[in-house]
Structures are given as structure tokens and as C-alpha cells.
């Protein structure tokens, strides 16, 4: 069965820095996708990336990137010049076929 | 974003109970699920559709039904409710042949007492 490990319950990052969030999963399958997911505290599920693993292009959306290393089955999330408004638990998700499964997310305080 | 809908968003029922939450989606999407997320747990697959009439066990089934009689509504259905069931609901829904965005709907607080 597939996993998803998010191994960081929470994390804290000063405004405007940097800050990576860790994923890692388990699977037998080649063709799959995998996600970041944002949930502030108002419990919206909101995407912030996506990945499709046949592209070895590492995905990126304005301040978001992720570094995926297929070999290792690990889906980092970079957050670059973090901001207030990034405060919120954020999940690691994986999709092949029919399931989409999902981490026990990180929690990511911005500090001012 | 999709026209999904959840009902009701938030509801108190009583240990031993059944109750049933409905997803509603507008997109015409083949897939849904429903998640239950608890502080800890993340979000765990309770049962998925992959089509009208076809359904299938996530990870935490035990104690929950579903039914997908038209292709725009998800019922689960909490047998007999219990304290353990506690717990915020989230329906999601994708498309089948891009199916790369996931859509949810705003979640349903369900509290068993």
C-alpha cells in the first residue's frame, strides 16, 4: 500500500527567509502524481503545486518549489521569502489511479 | 474552483445514531472522496467512488457506508455513530482523464456525544 511520511509536525521559519518542508512516500508504482496542499485556519484545502512524476522538471509556482527525487521517493516543498500568510499546516499528497493519500502534514509558524 | 458542497457543515448527534453527510458536486466529475481529518492524523481515506454505483475502502472504513446513486452526490453514512467518529469531514472530487487537481468541498464538523 502506498505511504506518505511527513516526518516535521511543525516547523518555524522568520519572516522572509526560507524554509523547506519534508515528504517522503512509498510506492511500486512509475506514473503517479503528487501534491502540496495548504490549509489555514480557516480549514480551506488550497493547492499550492503539484508534480506529475514522469517530468523530471521540478515543479514551481512563484515562491513555491518543490525538489522531487523519484529514486529516493522524496517531494520536498521550498517556501521562498516567507510571509504571514503562509502560516498554515500544509499536507503531502500522492496520487496514482484511484486513491489519493495523504501525509499527517507539517504545521509552519511564520515569526515576525 | 469546482462547485462542491457539503451538508450539513455542522452537526451534533447523539452516540448510536445514524447520520449521513451529502457531497454535491456541479463539475460532473468521476471521482470523490470522503476524508476524515483528526489533529495528529492528518487526512485519512475513509471510501472513494470511481464512478455511478462503484465504490470502494479507503484506510478507515470500519463503521461508514457510501452510496453514489447520480454522479453529482456522495453520500456516507455513519451507521451507528459513535464518540471515536468525531471528527471534521472533507468530500473531495476530480476529473477523470486531467485528474490532476484535487477539489474540495469546505468540510462538515460532526460532533457525537
Known amino acids: 500500500a502506498q505511504t506518505v511520511t511527513q516526518s516535521q509536525p511543525e516547523m518555524s521559519v522568520q519572516e522572509a527567509e526560507t524554509v523547506t518542508l519534508s515528504c517522503t512516500y512509498d510506492t511500486s508504482e512509475s506514473d503517479y502524481y503528487l501534491f502540496w496542499y495548504k490549509q489555514p485556519p480557516s480549514r480551506q484545502m488550497i493547492l499550492v503545486i503539484r508534480?506529475?512524476?514522469?517530468?523530471?522538471q521540478n515543479a514551481t509556482e512563484n515562491r513555491f518549489s518543490v525538489n522531487f527525487q523519484k529514486a529516493a521517493k522524496s517531494f520536498s516543498l521550498k517556501i521562498s521569502d516567507s510571509q504571514l500568510g503562509d502560516a498554515a499546516m500544509y499536507f503531502c499528497a500522492y496520487r496514482n489511479d484511484d486513491k489519493i493519500i495523504f501525509g499527517k502534514g507539517t504545521r509552519l509558524h511564520i515569526l515576525p | 474552483d469546482a462547485g462542491i458542497t457539503q451538508s450539513p457543515r455542522h452537526k451534533v448527534t447523539e452516540t448510536g445514531t445514524p447520520v449521513t453527510l451529502r457531497c454535491h458536486q456541479t463539475?460532473?466529475?468521476?471521482?470523490m472522496y470522503w476524508y476524515r481529518q483528526d489533529p495528529g492524523h492528518g487526512l485519512r481515506l475513509i471510501h472513494y467512488?470511481?464512478?455511478?454505483?462503484?465504490?470502494d475502502k479507503g484506510e478507515v472504513s470500519d463503521g461508514y457506508s457510501v452510496s453514489r446513486s447520480k454522479t453529482e452526490d456522495f453520500l456516507l453514512t455513519l451507521e451507528s455513530a459513535t464518540s471515536s467518529q468525531t471528527s471534521v469531514y472533507f468530500c473531495a472530487s476530480r476529473e477523470e482523464y486531467s485528474g490532476n487537481t484535487i477539489y474540495f468541498g469546505e468540510g462538515s464538523w460532526l460532533t457525537v456525544v
Open positions: 463539475e460532473n466529475h468521476r471521482y
Open positions: 467512488s470511481y464512478g455511478v454505483k462503484d465504490t
Open positions: 508534480q506529475e512524476a514522469y517530468k523530471q
